[in-house]
T-cell receptor
Framework: QKEVEQDPGPLSVPEGAIVSLNCTYSNSAFQYFMWYRQYSRKGPELLMYTYSSGNKEDGRFTAQVDKSSKYISLFIRDSQPSDSATYLCAMRATLQGAQKLVFGQGTRLTINP | NAGVTQTPKFRVLKTGQSMTLLCAQDMNHEYMYWYRQDPGMGLRLIHYSVGEGTTAKGEVPDGYNVSRLKKQNFLLGLESAAPSQTSVYFC????????????????FGPGTRLTVL
């Protein structure tokens, strides 16, 4: 079983829709939960991060963490064609004293005009 | 600031050939990482470094070697390339940080697309 599971999609929705992206994980030691956005043929860029459980909002994006269920979500409101990208969840763990990120498989999202 | 840069952007190798991928960062970061990204697998950590002169194995280190002779550079070597090493390779860096509630973002380079025939 992978430490982090993410539905790879692809997911295609019309412009303006609310998008929900999710990940589950198995390691209770994870404390930081990240969402990265990766445009085609580019490197991942940090979109949001959350520490422990709770919600965090940044403009049209909301990240939720439920540690009791080991489940995290990213919601995109009023989705735009420019949001079309692959979204990767990531969680921070410690490996031999160093910060290590464990990534989900990534969900490929397309917003149709 | 250029951030994290990677050289080359693309490369095609034949089985058994060797090559070195170069990663450079100008943010004075202590920590550097090499990942590979394959379809349906997400990003997997190959090797990482917590400072100049130090390296450590990640999740999938076999077939790769690394060196960190200068703080700003992290090299990934393939001694004898195999088709299974066809992938997109990403380098990342972050400042020192693991204590308590601090979070330090990992910054990624643009990637190197490697094909091994």
């Amino acid at each position: 079983q992978k430490e982090v599971e993410q539905d790879p999609g692809p997911l295609s929705v019309p412009e303006g829709a609310i998008v929900s992206l999710n990940c589950t994980y198995s390691n209770s030691a994870f404390q930081y939960f990240m969402w990265y956005r990766q445009y085609s043929r580019k490197g991942p860029e940090l979109l949001m991060y959350t520490y422990s459980s709770g919600n965090k909002e940044d403009g049209r994006f909301t990240a939720q963490v439920d540690k009791s269920s080991k489940y995290i979500s990213l919601f995109i409101r009023d989705s735009q064609p420019s949001d079309s990208a692959t979204y990767l969840c990531a969680m921070r763990a410690t490996l031999q004293g160093a910060q290590k990120l464990v990534f989900g498989q990534g969900t490929r999202l397309t917003i149709n005009p | 600031n250029a951030g994290v840069t990677q050289t080359p952007k693309f490369r095609v190798l034949k089985t058994g050939q060797s090559m070195t991928l170069l990663c450079a960062q100008d943010m004075n970061h202590e920590y550097m990482y090499w990942y590979r990204q394959d379809p349906g697998m997400g990003l997997r950590l190959i090797h990482y470094s917590v400072g100049e002169g130090t390296t450590a194995k990640g999740e999938v280190p076999d077939g790769y070697n690394v060196s960190r002779l200068k703080k700003q550079n992290f090299l990934l070597g393939l001694e004898s390339a195999a088709p299974s090493q066809t992938s997109v390779y990403f380098c990342a860096s972050t400042s020192t940080g693991l204590a308590g509630g601090s979070y330090n973002e990992q910054f990624f380079g643009p990637g190197t697309r490697l094909t091994v025939l």
